[in-house]
């Protein structure tokens, strides 16, 4: 098949669809980041991940986790950010202690409050919140304790043996709106 050019090019109008194929782009082309988007697409992903340990003696006051949050800018004030936390922390037998997920406002997002029954058990804090910003300004996530009794509250160990015993992530993802 010949193709004859009338003087006016070729358009997208000529090409069949099908025709053009991955291996025929070349590896440096750019692709119109327009063209990616959609409602409920997944924009951007930024994770932090906890293999440390951490431990509050804070009192009633909150006090951030050390290397648990994440900061994301959405691109448009019509994305959601997907919030996920999953982590753990441990305190002295029969004490009280808080965790809480955050935003930039300091708004508490997620809360959990737990009393160990021995300084073997490590409380898992898990949630997932889908946040609407409204906003193309830099959106902060955080992991955050507070200890409700005397004594320390742990993440990523137990509080009798000093074993650390898990991994903790907090992941922030624009969705698209």
Do not use: C
Request: no cysteine; glycine share 6%; charged share 10%.
């Amino acid at each position: 098949m010949a193709l004859v050019l009338n003087g006016s090019g070729i358009t997208s109008a000529n090409i069949a669809d099908g025709t053009i194929v991955n291996a025929d782009i070349n590896s440096s082309a750019a692709i119109d980041g327009s063209k990616l988007t959609g409602a409920g697409k997944v924009l951007q992903v930024v994770q932090a991940v906890k293999t440390d340990t951490f431990s509050t003696t804070s009192g009633t006051t909150f006090v951030d986790v050390t290397g648990l949050s994440v900061s994301i800018t959405p691109t448009s004030t019509s994305s959601k950010i997907l919030v996920y936390l999953s982590s753990n922390f441990s305190t002295i037998a029969t004490g009280w202690a808080q965790a809480q997920l955050t935003n930039s406002s300091n708004t508490e997002l997620a809360v959990v409050h737990s009393r160990a029954e021995t300084t073997m058990v490590v409380q898992p804090f898990t949630h997932i919140y889908l946040d609407s910003p409204a906003s193309e300004s830099e959106q902060t996530y955080k992991y955050r304790l507070a200890a409700e009794t005397s004594g320390a509250v742990y993440v990523n160990r137990m509080q009798s043996t000093g074993f650390e015993v898990a991994v903790s992530t907090i992941t922030a993802m624009e969705i698209a709106g």
